[in-house]
Every structure is written in C-alpha cells, then in structure tokens.
C-alpha cells in the first residue's frame, strides 16, 4: 500500500473526500514527526509507541579495507508495535 492506497481507505473509511483525507493524514504524520523529533514518545493503545532512540557511539570497520573507524554517537526513530498490531499481524 502506497500513500495515494491510504489516503483512498482513509477517504471511504471516514467517509471524507480524497483532499480531506490527504489532509488528515499529512497532519498525523508531521504531528508524530514533530513530537518524537522534540524528544517525546507518542503512544497509540492498539498500535504501538514512536520514539527516538539514542544510538552511543562505536567503533565499525569498513568492510572494503578492513580498517576500524569511529562511528559517532546518534539519535534514531524507532517503532514498537502494540499487541492488537502485533497480534493482527500474526493471524495473516
């Protein structure tokens, strides 16, 4: 399922017109985006958790040359699913 795909169940399941429903989307989208980018957790009950995650700093190797090099420290986005996600999933 692509953007447009959503945007289309959203549009029937809400029953809003397309423009209205690529509008909601876009608003839950730049929502999240924006809390976890500002460092706060946001939680659906059913779905699951967005955060950032601190990544600390290591030590890699390029696998070209075989040499060691430094990666730095980073913050990351990451995604827990819920149990009702989880389990919706695993009945197929």
């Known amino acids: 399922m692509n953007k447009s795909d959503l945007r289309d169940a959203v549009a029937q399941h809400a029953e809003l017109t397309n423009a209205q429903a690529d ?10 985006t924006s809390a976890v980018a500002g460092g706060d957790k946001v939680t659906l009950p059913g779905f699951g958790t967005f955060e950032a995650r601190q990544r ?3 030590t890699g190797r390029n696998p070209q040359t075989g040499e060691s090099l430094e990666i730095a420290a ?9 149990a009702a996600f989880k389990s919706a999933v695993n009945k197929g």
Do not use: D, H, M, W
């Open 23 to 32: 509008k909601a989307i876009e608003a839950v989208l730049s929502s999240i």
């Open 56 to 58: 600390n700093a290591r």
């Open 74 to 82: 980073s913050t990351a986005p990451a995604f827990k699913a819920g």
